[in-house]
Each structure stands twice: as structure tokens, then as C-alpha cells.
T-cell receptor, first 111, second 116 residues
Framework: LAKTTQPISMDSYEGQEVNITCSHNNIATNDYITWYQQFPSQGPRFIIQGYKTKVTNEVASLFIPADRKSSTLSLPRVSLSDTAVYYC????????????FGSGTQLTVLP | EPEVTQTPSHQVTQMGQEVILRCVPISNHLYFYWYRQILGQKVEFLVSFYNNEISEKSEIFDDQFSVERPDGSNFTLKIRSTKLEDSAMYFCASSELGLGPTDTQYFGPGTRLTVL
């Protein structure tokens, strides 16, 4: 299972774009990169998933370089309600289905 | 948008008692999961369940734990004899197919279990 490394915490101000980078040097060929968000005392919430290049949805963008050894979650124009823990996960293909969560990045959005 | 629901939101029990945590997965989903998160720690996988059988389980999921789908909508986690260290948030999740990395797991709001 590829290990992920991401910053423990980040601060931002309302209206700014936030980029959270995750490194996963040992990612395997068929692994996908998945990001979840978790608010205090709530379950993780799926944000976005990608394999390579760029993926965008209504919530975020995910940038994955060609070597796939890292990925960047981009949150446009954050608000106070985006304060949460963000987890980067490498999800192996095949029969493995359990998700392995790391410590995540605590994003704090300041007014 | 369909959601995973869990009951109760908070359960307080005495050490040694049995508890049953309940989940209603999203209706067309076929894979079900339990995770737990001890306060201040990581979310940890416990077990996955498909076609009325355990598909995978972690080392945490010992003989004190069991899962069941008693009817067409509920999915339960039973802890037979609770210990203090079982105090945690327990999250249920479900996914549609469980066939690979693009199969997204949707989590419920969790049950906070407090063992006294």
C-alpha cells in the first residue's frame, strides 16, 4: 500500500484558493488518488478522485503530474465552512476495498 | 441525495455490556463497511461485508465484533462485551459495486460509543 504524506495543518483566509499537496512516492500503476473531507464528529465525505492529469468537479480540482508521485487538491475561494481535515488516500485497484486513512491535513479558514 | 444513516448518534454503555450499532446503507449499494475513529486518532477500517459475508476484516475486528444484515435495509455492528478502549466514533459506509478504485465509499454520520 502506497504511503501518503501531507502537511499536518494549513491556514488560509476566506476567499483564497487553497492547495494541499500530498506525496505518494510508491504509488502503483493501477492506484487511484482519492481525497476525503471530514468535519468534527462527522463521517468522511468523498471529494474527488483521479488517476492522472487534472480532474475537476463542483467542489475541487485535483492535479496529478505525469509521474503520479504527488497530487494537489485545489479548493477555490474557500469559506469558513471549508475548515475541516482533508485526507489524501491511495486506493489500490483489484480486490482490496478497505480505505486506509492517514492523519490528514487540518485546514483552518480564517475570516 | 441518498445518504447512509446511523443510529443511535450516541450510545453510552457499561464495560462488559453488549451494544448493537445500526446503519442503513444507501439503497442500491452492495458493499458495506464499518470503520472506527478513536478521539484524536485516524479513521481505522474494521470490516467489509458483501453478499451476506464478511469480505475483509482488520486485526481490530476480533471475536468480540460481529456484523449482520438482518433484513434488506439494515446493517449492524455488534460488540459483545465492550471494553473501555472500544470508546470511539463508529462509521458505517457503503459502496455501489466494490469492484475497484473508482467505487466510492459513502460514510454515515457516525455513532459515538462511550464505554464507562
Amino acid at each position: 500500500l502506497a504511503k501518503t504524506t501531507q502537511p499536518i495543518s494549513m491556514d488560509s483566509y476566506e476567499g483564497q484558493e487553497v492547495n494541499i499537496t500530498c506525496s505518494h512516492n510508491n504509488i502503483a500503476t493501477n492506484d487511484y488518488i482519492t481525497w476525503y473531507q471530514q468535519f468534527p464528529s462527522q463521517g468522511p465525505r468523498f471529494i474527488i478522485q483521479g488517476y492522472k492529469t487534472k480532474v475537476t468537479n463542483e467542489v475541487a480540482s485535483l492535479f496529478i503530474p505525469a509521474d503520479r508521485k504527488s497530487s494537489t487538491l485545489s479548493l477555490p475561494r474557500v469559506s469558513l465552512s471549508d475548515t475541516a481535515v482533508y485526507y489524501c488516500l491511495v486506493v489500490p485497484s483489484g480486490s482490496a476495498r478497505q480505505l486506509t486513512f492517514g492523519s490528514g491535513t487540518q485546514l483552518t479558514v480564517l475570516p | 441525495e441518498p445518504e447512509v444513516t446511523q443510529t443511535p448518534s450516541h450510545q453510552v454503555t457499561q464495560m462488559g455490556q453488549e451494544v448493537i450499532l445500526r446503519c442503513v446503507p444507501i439503497s442500491n449499494h452492495l458493499y458495506f463497511y464499518w470503520y472506527r475513529q478513536i478521539l484524536g486518532q485516524k479513521v481505522e477500517f474494521l470490516v467489509s461485508f458483501y453478499n451476506n459475508e464478511i469480505s475483509e476484516k482488520s486485526e481490530i475486528f476480533d471475536d468480540q465484533f460481529s456484523v449482520e444484515r438482518p433484513d434488506g435495509s439494515n446493517f449492524t455492528l455488534k460488540i459483545r462485551s465492550t471494553k473501555l478502549e472500544d470508546s470511539a466514533m463508529y462509521f458505517c459506509a457503503s459502496s455501489e459495486l466494490g469492484l475497484g478504485p473508482t467505487d466510492t465509499q459513502y460514510f454515515g454520520p457516525g455513532t459515538r460509543l462511550t464505554v464507562l
